[in-house]
Nanobody
Framework: QVQLVESGGGLVQPGGSLRLSCAAS????????MGWYRQAPGQQRELVAD???????NYADSVKGRFTISRDNAKNTVYLQMNSLKPEDTAVYYC????????????WGQGTQVTVSS
């Protein structure tokens, strides 16, 4: 019954910024980890960043210093602030949420396109 809805993607020039949002709704006990994957055409899926309910953050080396992940636990929402965007950041970005239930389901957003091009 859980649904993750993403927003915030779009077209931006190199050096620009975007903020992605992903809100989880529905029947859920607790979300432990939320994060973002991305996949560019012809490329392998890559974990961009994730964050635990306690605020521990993890970033891919390719985005460190440029992207910031955050979350609002009360709203079950995760954000990805993307600054200094590069053409290499162009991809479909997928958010996910891992439940604390056992077994632990993983829920996925629908994906949002980010295109960085001049």
């Amino acid at each position: 019954q859980v649904q993750l809805v993403e927003s915030g993607g779009g077209l931006v020039q190199p050096g620009g910024s975007l903020r992605l949002s992903c809100a989880a709704s529905g029947s859920i006990f607790r979300i432990y980890t939320m994060g973002w994957y991305r996949q560019a055409p012809g490329q392998q899926r890559e974990l961009v960043a994730d964050i635990t309910s306690g605020g521990t953050m993890n970033y891919a080396d390719s985005v460190k210093g440029r992207f910031t992940i955050s979350r609002d636990n009360a709203k079950n929402t995760v954000y990805l602030q993307m600054n200094s965007l590069k053409p290499e950041d162009t991809a479909v970005y997928y958010c996910y949420a891992d439940s604390a239930l056992v077994p632990a389901p993983r829920y996925w957003g629908q994906g949002t396109q980010v295109t960085v091009s001049s």
